[in-house]
């Protein structure tokens, strides 16, 4: 590899994480299928019985032998964003009492017939009270909500298995499979995480599992299919998990590519999450035995589960990679934000949450330590550049980007209605005052931003932060085929329907079953007099 700054950047970041190449310093883990399947210790140390394998060496795996089943900690030597969920938290008792497996072959899931396929509400007994499970076992909520405050910032990070989470200000909640004891293979597949045979450009379209997967609709329970040979895939992979192996007769779930989930099933008339290697029963809450929250048809039909369920994801301040002799007085990482998700349209083509990225920024040091210009006269001055003239295929900036995601912070409870249509942030188009005209087109509506540092700098006249403007205008390119901030017609329908919340503040209002009928009669005398009279109402008495 060349010396060019972006190959630089692959040695130090990018190339840490691929299987085939050696961890980065002070951690410790294997390569090839190794990297899933063994685990290690946070010192590198082997815990195990075997003497002939050094207890005092590091680099050893934590014991000899390979688990089928990758435990949390080992996903998260990659996939690193996710070890804020537990913040250092991790149920270290569950990885220390995996029972050792005697056959490690892993075999491939097949494609389900569709004819097979059946609907759940057929098999499931849905006949009883719809009292939510999750609400059943009383997890305390001092487990469950973490207050990082600012003096929290500056003191050593937490560490599970020796990686570094950095949190900033900000009230995190453990995502509820993540409280219930979930662990990143109960519900990712096989296939998932070890492909499929075919080739993606993007890892998103190679996830098979969608929140319908389990939960269903709200229109249908989710499908299930029916194992009728022994053979079955559900049968032999499953002969590696906890709770035992599955059998000729169960009623599996299905998911988006038509293949057998191996560890959620119907039993006892309810539909449930086996852990994989805690065998605990999850049971499983249907959305279609809660359509009081999940009635609109507009979201029906236009948003993922995440984009109201997801709520929180990580808002970092960006990284300052330091190229030069001296690479000590630049910090690699910076404390965390946690915020709200804004929103955009994803690959899937619905509503999603966004992961909102900040502004690029590249300073080149010389041998003496002297910022030098690398991007010739685009700079304001010498090593720090506001602007960047490159772009990506659609035309937009490429040091202004946003991206689609699941950001594995789930709750059951969802976002509030005002933080979606009332908020400029969530639509993308930065921090500021929204100034709503008197036109319901959108045509007279701007936002005052709250940073004006690229206003009095003429960079922008938008927010940093803003992805789109209130035209409709992308600010970010997104690498995400299908994927885009939202257009002017979009912005407009989600803010119009900020001005019915203040007295349609709940999801079953059933003026939201068609809003376009609503609409019409709120410009009818009659809505206007109603108007008038809850306002006067509400005056406190003189």
């Given at each position: 590899m060349s010396k060019h700054p972006a190959d630089h950047l692959l040695r130090k970041k990018c190339f840490q994480c691929h299987i085939d190449s050696p961890p980065a310093e002070g951690q410790y883990r294997s390569q090839g299928c190794a990297a899933c399947h063994f685990e290690y210790s946070a010192t590198g140390l082997y815990e195990g019985n075997d003497p002939t394998v050094s207890r005092t060496k590091p680099g050893h795996a934590r014991f000899h032998k390979m688990p089928a089943i990758p435990s949390r900690?080992?996903?998260?030597?990659?996939?690193?964003?996710?070890?804020?969920?537990?913040?250092?938290?991790?149920?270290?008792?569950?990885?220390?009492?995996?029972?050792?497996?005697?056959?490690?072959a892993i075999d491939m899931e097949t494609s389900v017939d569709n004819s097979d396929q059946?609907?759940?509400?057929?098999?499931?007994?849905?006949?009883?009270?719809?009292?939510?499970?999750?609400?059943?076992?009383?997890?305390?909520?001092?487990n469950n909500d973490l207050v990082i405050s600012e003096s929290e910032t500056t003191e050593k990070p937490a560490t599970s298995r020796g990686f570094s989470l950095y949190a900033g200000k900000g009230k995190v909640k453990k995502d509820v499979h993540t409280a219930k004891g979930m662990d990143c293979t109960d519900c990712h597949t096989q296939l998932d995480i070890m492909g499929d045979g075919n080739i993606y450009s993007k890892q998103h379209e190679a996830v098979e599992i969608r929140c319908e997967t389990c939960h269903g609709d709200s229109l249908s329970y989710p499908l299930i299919s029916q194992i009728t040979e022994p053979s079955d895939p559900s049968i032999r992979i499953s002969r590696h998990y906890t709770g035992g192996s599955n059998r000729v007769g169960d009623w599996m779930a299905v998911t988006a590519t038509s293949h057998k989930m191996t560890n959620v099933k119907v039993q006892d008339g309810r539909m449930v999450t086996m852990g994989k290697q805690t065998g605990k029963a999850h049971e499983i809450p249907l959305v279609k035995d809660y359509l009081d929250a999940h009635s609109i048809p507009q979201h029906q039909s236009r948003l993922e589960c995440t984009a109201c369920h997801a709520r929180w994801v990580v808002r970092c301040p960006g990284c300052h990679q330091n190229i030069g002799p001296d690479q000590s007085n630049v910090p690699e990482f910076h404390p965390l934000d946690i915020g709200e998700p804004a929103l955009m349209i994803g690959p899937r083509g619905k509503v999603a949450?966004?992961?909102?990225?900040?502004?690029?920024?590249?300073t080149v040091l010389d041998e003496r330590g002297h910022p030098i210009p690398v991007l010739e006269k685009m700079g304001d001055e010498r090593g720090h550049y506001r602007k960047w003239e490159f772009t990506n295929p659609h035309g937009t900036s490429g040091s202004n980007l946003a991206y689609?995601?699941?950001?594995?912070?789930?709750?059951?409870?969802?976002?509030?209605?005002?933080?979606?249509?009332?908020?400029?942030?969530?639509?993308?188009?930065?921090?500021?005052?929204?100034?709503?005209?008197?036109?319901?087109?959108?045509?007279?509506?701007?936002?005052?931003?709250?940073?004006?540092?690229?206003?009095?700098?003429?960079?922008?006249?938008?927010?940093?932060?803003?992805?789109?403007?209130?035209?409709?205008?992308?600010?970010?390119?997104?690498?995400?085929?299908?994927?885009?901030?939202?257009?002017?017609?979009?912005?407009?329908?989600?803010?119009?329907?900020?001005?019915?919340?203040?007295?349609?503040?709940?999801?079953?209002?059933?003026?939201?079953?068609?809003?376009?009928?609503?609409?019409?009669?709120?410009?009818?005398?009659?809505?206007?007099?109603?108007?008038?009279?809850?306002?006067?109402?509400?005056?406190?008495?003189?």
């Open positions: 900690a080992t996903c998260v030597q990659c996939h690193r964003s996710f070890t804020l969920q537990t913040l250092g938290m991790e149920p270290h008792e569950m990885l220390d009492t995996l029972e050792e497996t005697e056959n490690t059946e609907n759940v509400s057929s098999v499931i007994n849905t006949s009883e009270t719809k009292e939510d499970p999750v609400e059943q076992e009383n997890i305390p909520s001092t949450p966004m992961l909102i990225q900040q502004e690029k920024q590249l689609a995601l699941n950001p594995h912070s789930i709750q059951k409870k969802s976002r509030s209605c005002i933080s979606c249509h009332l908020s400029p942030e969530t639509l993308g188009l930065g921090a500021g005052d929204l100034k709503i005209g008197k036109s319901f087109t959108g045509k007279n509506d701007f936002v005052d931003p709250l940073n004006r540092t690229d206003k009095i700098l003429n960079a922008s006249k938008f927010d940093p932060q803003a992805k789109t403007s209130m035209r409709g205008e992308a600010l970010a390119g997104t690498s995400q085929p299908k994927a885009r901030t939202f257009n002017q017609k979009e912005i407009v329908r989600i803010l119009r329907v900020g001005n019915c919340i203040p007295c349609h503040d709940q999801y079953d209002d059933p003026i939201y079953q068609n809003i376009n009928q609503s609409y019409a009669f709120a410009r009818t005398m009659e809505h206007r007099q109603l108007r008038k009279k809850i306002l006067n109402l509400r005056q406190p008495a003189e």
